[in-house]
């Protein structure tokens, strides 16, 4: 499970027990300051305040957001201070979009630009103590092209959702102290560096760079300690040096590291071991940090990826941070079940297109082993000087943020299906450089320049029918970032012309709503399965990922974005199952055998009947009878896959029951059943919180399923019922249009805890159908 950080409670990061027997210090403490915010929007200033927790959105937008809101928005909080005598006062922003203008007691301490990455404000000097004090953030979302993205939203592809969107954090330490690595603004240095550039199966060597502050008006003699520690709190490594640092100055010491049988990182197995740093005055500890770090050994030829020293072709997706209703306003446990969904669909990669995601989905894939390649913001624009001034600063501050992720790759310092200069891509490629100085830091552009390490391309940016299968370049490996989606869209049929030719273009189309019935369903997952299977032909080809993992909303369009192979509210498509089938079988937690009808089993569907599978035969029956037992089909869009699908032709639709048993080795390891849905008569409910449960700590986000289901608990795919949704308590609260019309047979809502909460009672009715309710 993903360690979250507490949000609504105070914590401490450690106590140490000195080994003189001294009584253990607090050190360094950080407190969750999300709660009991007063918010308005600056259009309505007659309006009361509204009392609110963060995260939070500017405003609850529909479904689909036609005029998505932008403007200025206002939060304040007041909070007592005690006396801060020799003492230090932070307060650290994850994320506002986009600009954000903090102000202490009315006086201007910070003035943020950019909404995707974290900002720090000292406040040490401009609080009174022993007094209340207030802290104001004019958060301004507007159209503004000197702060990346830069483009205009309603010519955007994705939406720009305002608010302090992110956690926030206030954390007291002492006069001396480690630094936060993208406030100390250091070229490879502030904060916690963290780098082993020697990796093997017997020895790992490398060093922890530590920056240290003193802010007190006189020079002071410190210990520095530096410890690692495994999983099972062994400690690694441990050492203590003696440093003295001049009033009012920083320093940087590296300490040299070394692990013996080093536990090294994998998708396969996320071993991470924990950095602790402290700060000693005499026997007295002042401060303290800790860092989780992996040790993998990441390296990129011209042809291939490797990690720890074997080939890996990187199997990805895509991902957008956003929820319907709440935009960028996840919690911690909602990100990381985002993470967890892409994992569990087989992935073993994903690109976070296009711009930072949260700090909470970066340590969610550093725990469940997901590769990344982290992104800068921009998507079809480059701005004038101010805007390429910003833009290098995101390289910096993305560099600095997650330098330290074992999960991250690929660098995406590059300003996605953009127009950049020579200048540009020379310039932000040699900031990067100077940030990481390391052989195993790569660079990834869109444009074909050799000032990037990694050339990303998209199926799009190529012609068919062979997009990229014949690149050649010396010293040029390449990941297809985007495919399976436009190809299919714009030019609307790939490499099947003939076969697609009886196919409206809206039908050949991979933009398939989880509402479009199983003749678009299969659709998309054909598609999918393609250019999964073209890709693999490219010999320089180091990986792919696909466009996209969940559906989103778009600036500049008034309908959902629907190529995610799931939808907006994270239920899967057909071809979920189509990826998860690729995925081979006895990788840990999540390489589990499975088998996949791909069928609804009506009178619409198609007798013709493809199964989705990693076993190496199929035997499908039909109401107990063998239909047959196969292995899979290879043609000319499967040959290449890990797994093909299996398909059986049955002739004719008779209802009933589809078995499909999966065989490995003879012997039968999965089944999957579907059944003839009959009448819909009742209502099942269930929360998405299959793999981290619901916050007891701090405001959360889940949604909620209303599955129609006939008297057999059968889902009935055509049921379009309106589900009215209840809440029972002030704990929690529902979002989103409520009663809500199902789509495919399920009916969606999104709970918002607001409180900590013992448990929560939620309701469900519709005509016509027998009413449930579920306590979480």
Same mark, same amino acid.
């Given at each position: ?5 507490i ?12 080994s003189?027997? $001294? ?8 407190? +969750? ?25 500017? $405003? ?23 006396s801060?005598?020799? $003492? ?5 922003f ?12 009315? +006086?201007?301490?910070?003035d ?19 007094? *209340? ?6 958060? #301004? ?9 830069? *483009?205009?939203?309603?010519v ?7 608010g ?42 490398g ?10 008006? @006189? ?9 690692? @520690? ?43 071991? /924990? ?10 500890? #002042? ?79 550093d ?29 910096k ?24 200069t ?48 014949n ?8 990941? #297809?970032a ?21 196919? /409206?273009?809206?039908? =050949? ?9 199983? /003749? ?16 693999? @032909? ?18 500049y ?12 509210? =994270?239920?899967? *498509?057909f ?32 007798? $013709? ?15 107990d ?12 869009? +499967? ?7 299996f ?19 003879? /012997? ?6 579907i ?8 209502l099942?409910?269930s929360?998405d ?5 619901? +916050?007891e700590?701090h ?22 019922? =309106?589900?009215?949704? *209840? ?12 009663p809500? @019309? ?9 709970? =918002? ?7 929560i009672?939620?309701?469900?009715e ?11």
């Amino acid at each position: 499970m993903l360690n979250l950080r507490i949000f609504g409670i105070v914590i401490t990061m450690l106590t140490l027990v000195l080994s003189c027997g $001294k009584s253990p210090k607090t050190l360094r403490e950080v407190s +969750s300051f999300g709660d009991n915010w007063q918010f308005k929007l600056d259009n309505a200033p007659n309006s009361p305040w509204d009392t609110v927790s963060l995260p939070h959105t500017a $405003k609850i937008e529909p479904l689909v957001v036609n005029d998505q809101w932008q403007g200025t928005a206002t939060y304040k909080k007041d909070y007592e201070v005690k006396s801060l005598k020799g $003492k230090k006062r932070f307060f650290y922003f994850e994320g506002v979009m986009q600009e954000a203008k903090v102000y202490i007691n009315d +006086s201007l301490v910070a003035d943020h630009k950019g909404g995707y990455l974290p900002f720090t404000v000292d406040a040490t000097n401009y609080l009174m103590q022993n007094a *209340k004090n207030t802290i104001t953030v004019k958060v #301004i979302n507007v159209d503004d092209a000197t702060i990346p993205p830069g *483009k205009a939203l309603s010519v955007l592809d994705f939406n720009l959702f305002g608010g302090i969107y992110r956690n926030v954090y206030s954390i007291e330490t002492n006069e001396i102290y480690i630094t936060d690595a993208v406030a100390a603004n250091k070229v490879n240095g502030g904060g916690l560096l963290v780098k082993f550039d020697t990796i093997n199966k017997e020895l790992a060597s490398g060093f922890v760079k530590t920056h240290l502050r003193n802010d007190s008006d @006189k020079e002071r003699a410190i210990k520095l300690q530096v410890s690692l @520690k495994d999983a099972e709190k062994n400690e690694v490594h441990t050492s203590i040096t003696d440093l003295k640092i001049a009033a009012n100055s920083d320093i940087s010491h590296v300490e040299e590291i070394q692990v013996a049988n080093p536990k090294l990182w994998s998708p396969n197995a996320p071993n991470l071991y /924990k950095v602790e740093v402290s700060i000693l005055e005499g026997e007295t500890p #002042i401060d303290f940090k800790i860092e989780s770090i992996g040790i993998r050994n990441i390296k990129l030829t011209d042809t291939a990826f490797y990690l720890n020293g074997e080939k890996l072709f990187l199997n990805g997706t895509n991902r957008h941070q956003e929820y319907p209703y709440v935009g960028y306003a996840l919690s911690d446990e909602a990100q990381y079940r985002d993470a967890y969904k892409i994992k569990e669909a087989g992935f073993n990669f994903v690109r976070l297109s296009h711009y930072p995601h949260a700090e909470a989905f970066m340590k969610a894939c550093d725990e469940l082993g997901l590769l990344v390649m982290n992104c800068i913001p921009g998507w079809q624009f480059i701005g004038g000087e101010e805007f390429v001034k910003n833009s290098v600063q995101d390289v910096k501050d993305l560099a600095r943020r997650d330098r330290n992720h074992p999960s991250v790759i690929f660098w995406e310092n590059s300003l996605n299906e953009s127009g950049m200069t020579n200048e540009y891509m020379q310039l932000v490629n040699e900031v990067l450089e100077a940030e990481l100085p390391y052989e195993d830091t790569y660079s990834a552009g869109w444009i074909n320049d050799s000032s990037y390490d990694l050339f990303i391309p998209a199926r799009q940016h190529a012609k068919p029918p062979f997009y990229w299968n014949n690149f050649e370049e010396k010293g040029r490996p390449i990941v #297809i970032a985007e495919y399976g989606d436009w190809e299919y869209y714009a030019q609307n049929a790939g490499f099947n012309q003939k076969e697609f030719s009886d196919l /409206k273009e809206s039908e =050949r189309s991979s933009r398939q709503a989880r509402n479009s019935g199983e /003749k678009g369903l299969l659709q998309q997952a054909l598609n999918y399965q393609e250019a999964f299977n073209s890709n693999l @032909k490219g010999a320089q080809s180091i990986g792919h990922a696909n466009w996209l993992m969940f559906d989103y909303n778009r600036g500049y369009s008034d309908d959902l974005e629907t190529s995610g192979i799931s939808d907006i509210f =994270r239920i899967p *498509k057909f071809s979920y199952y189509f990826y998860k089938s690729q995925k081979d079988i006895g990788m840990k937690e999540f390489g589990e055998p499975m088998v996949f009808i791909a069928s609804y089993w009506t009178e619409e569907s198609t007798p $013709k009947i493809k199964v989705f599978s990693n076993a190496e035969e199929v035997a499908l029956y039909l109401n107990d009878s063998l239909i047959a037992r196969k292995k899979p089909t290879i043609n000319s869009i +499967s040959e290449k896959l890990p797994h093909p699908p299996f398909e059986f032709d049955l002739s004719e639709f008779k209802s009933g029951q589809l078995k499909a048993i999966g065989y490995v080795g003879g /012997k039968e390891v999965t089944t999957h059943k579907i059944i003839t849905p009959e009448e819909a008569v009742k209502l099942e409910l269930s929360a998405d919180v299959k793999n981290i449960a619901i +916050s007891e700590n701090h405001p959360d986000v889940v949604f909620v399923y209303a599955k129609i289901t006939d008297k057999n608990g059968t889902l009935v795919p055509g049921a379009t019922n =309106r589900v009215l949704f *209840k809440v029972k308590g002030n704990s929690a609260e529902l979002i989103g249009e409520n009663p809500v @019309k199902a789509e495919a047979g399920i009916a969606t809502i999104l709970l =918002r805890t607001t409180s900590k909460t013992g448990s929560i009672e939620i309701n469900a009715e519709s005509e016509n159908l027998e009413s449930t309710h579920l306590k979480i």
